[in-house]
């Protein structure tokens, strides 16, 4: 039978693995709601944003138990920097997510989200993390970052964290494949191969049999 599971801001997640002073990764916080929530439940956050001039709200900016880290998140660390690219809707700011292939429309060439800037940024992995914060595992970690999901999961540390939700960005045309569903199969089957899908909220898209996946959460099979 499966656990209980709640989800906030359209992240899913086990409650019964979030143990108070546990530590939650938040991947894209950039509104803020995600860690807001956690630090009030008890949890030691880390958010992670690239943007520029973010805007912490007060009532977590000087919380000790909350960590904010202008960086951005990668798979493999090849450099100590990469190029962000910001949008006039913050959403759809990327590591990957470049202008030349995104956000036009078809005919004519007209910007659906407007560029607005690109710069370098800090980047790190999920181990760094865990090493500069002395983490043994995290409770919960969260990836909305955009299409960078795609090559943090490939190369994903087994044993990091109990629950992790990702939201996929399968319509912004970043996928490694264009088989879709053999991706999303190949990963829980080859891949994650200590996780289980615990929930998964997706919508069908245009091409028949193929779906948007909002909310997928992925637990440690020792925690089912």
């Known amino acids: 039978m499966r656990k209980k599971t709640k989800t906030v801001h359209q992240h899913t997640f086990r409650e019964d693995l979030l143990k108070e002073g546990g530590w939650v990764l938040d991947l894209g916080c950039n509104d803020f709601i995600f860690s807001s929530f956690m630090i009030n439940r008890g949890m030691k956050v880390i958010g992670l944003d690239p943007i520029k001039n973010i805007n912490i709200p007060d009532d977590i900016k000087n919380n000790e138990n ?8 990668v798979g493999i660390k090849e450099s100590d920097t990469a190029t962000y690219y910001e949008y006039q809707s913050w959403g759809a700011n990327s590591l990957v997510n470049t202008p030349d292939l995104l956000h036009r429309e078809r005919n004519g060439g007209h910007a659906k989200n407007p ?102 959460l992925y637990v440690q099979k020792q925690y089912l």
């Open 66 to 73: 909350f960590t904010y880290l202008q960086r951005a998140c």
């Open 115 to 216: 560029y607005k800037d690109s710069y370098q940024v800090p980047i790190t992995t999920i181990n760094e993390l865990m090493e500069e914060f002395n983490i043994i595992k995290f409770d919960y970690i969260k990836i909305d970052i955009e299409g960078g999901e795609y090559e943090i999961l490939a190369n994903f540390p087994k044993e990091c964290t109990k629950q992790f939700s990702v939201e996929y960005h399968d319509f912004l045309g970043l996928n490694p494949t264009d088989d879709v569903e053999h991706y999303h199969k190949d990963l829980i089957e080859n891949v994650l191969t200590n996780f289980s899908i615990e929930s998964e909220n997706k919508t069908e898209m245009k091409n028949k049999g193929t779906y948007q996946r909002d909310d997928v």
